[in-house]
């Protein structure tokens, strides 16, 4: 999950990816990323070690930055900051805190629980938020070590026997004395936080093996409130680090290992489209952000591609 290069002025539209995706189609030495894949030109990593991967990556990169502060985040995501009354977001593969700092300090009545498979990065993560000049965010940022890509969330997101009462649209939730959880009308013992009201998948999913994504996204919109959001960001198709990678790097169709064993997928929009909507979301918006980017050593312009996505959890009773 390499953070992007630095641009010099924010847009969603330097460039059209229609005429980028020419270019590459035209361009010969570009044919191998368009080639079906083989499985006899593979890489010999285990694709099965995505996670102790990553786990090396924050272990090597724990002492520094690698990753800067997501800025632009509520400019793209407005909904977290217009949101009233207690929000609940859940940020998936988290790495140093880059997105969750931005979400904490965007407004007081935003909880962030985030997740990562290294307790380096996690480390990393608590000490941004404590060291930030926002003291007051600390206490509601909650982290918590969770393969995500092999496990399933933990049940006091929102448990089973809620989620079958969600169904039934016979129960509801109320907050606790303390805001800290919910209760049940019916049931004085508390059971679970009642759900999400947001999850952030940012720069995370292509980082994990393709045939994971389906499992990631179904556990994702389980702990989701009705009506609730996965916010999305991630690498697209043809972006200028995916044209980078040389053919004895590529591990799957449009999935490419680096020389530390950490995994990048390049999406398309009918892709992500697919996965989202088979694990039961509703699409709101899904685009290309196409934007010019520079080295600040080389001065070098690159052509960078996105993919921007909202999709909802449908609410009880929808069709």
């Known amino acids: 999950m390499v953070e992007e290069e630095k641009v010099v002025q924010y847009f969603n539209r330097d460039f059209e990816w229609e005429e980028l995706r020419d270019e590459v189609e035209r361009n010969p030495k570009f044919s191998y ?182 499992f990631i996204l179904a556990e994702c919109i389980t702990v989701l409130k009705p009506g609730g959001l996965l916010l999305f960001r991630d690498y697209g198709l043809f972006d200028m680090t995916m044209l980078r990678f040389p053919p004895e790097q590529r591990v799957g169709f449009r999935e490419y290992m680096r020389s530390d064993g950490t995994l990048s997928y390049f999406f398309s929009l009918d892709i992500v489209r697919n996965l989202f909507l088979g694990a039961g979301f509703i699409e709101l918006e899904l685009e290309y952000c196409c934007v010019i980017s520079v080295n600040r050593r080389s001065g070098k312009k690159m052509q960078r591609v996105w993919v921007h996505g909202k999709f909802q959890k449908p609410t009880v009773g929808a069709s």
């Open 33 to 214: 990323h368009l080639s079906s894949f083989s499985p006899s030109l593979s890489s010999p990593f285990p694709v099965d070690s995505d996670a102790d991967a990553w786990r090396s990556f924050h272990r090597r990169h724990s002492t520094g930055t690698f990753f800067k502060e997501r800025r632009y985040l509520l400019k793209e995501f407005p909904e977290l900051i217009v949101s009233e009354g207690s929000i609940r977001v859940l940020e998936v593969g988290c790495g140093n805190g880059s997105t969750a700092l931005p979400i904490l300090r965007a407004k007081q009545n935003i909880i962030v629980y985030a997740c990562d498979c290294s307790q380096d990065a996690l480390d990393k993560a608590v000490e941004m938020v404590a060291t930030s000049n926002f003291p007051s965010i600390s206490h509601r940022f909650y982290p918590f070590l969770h393969d995500f890509s092999a496990n399933g969330f933990p049940d006091w997101f929102l448990c089973s026997a809620c989620q079958k009462c969600l169904l039934k649209k016979d129960f509801i939730f109320t907050p606790d004395a303390n805001g800290e959880g919910l209760i049940r009308i019916n049931d004085p013992a508390s059971c679970c936080i009642g759900g999400i009201d947001y999850v952030t998948l940012i720069f995370t999913l292509s980082a994990v093996p393709f045939q994971r994504m389906s």
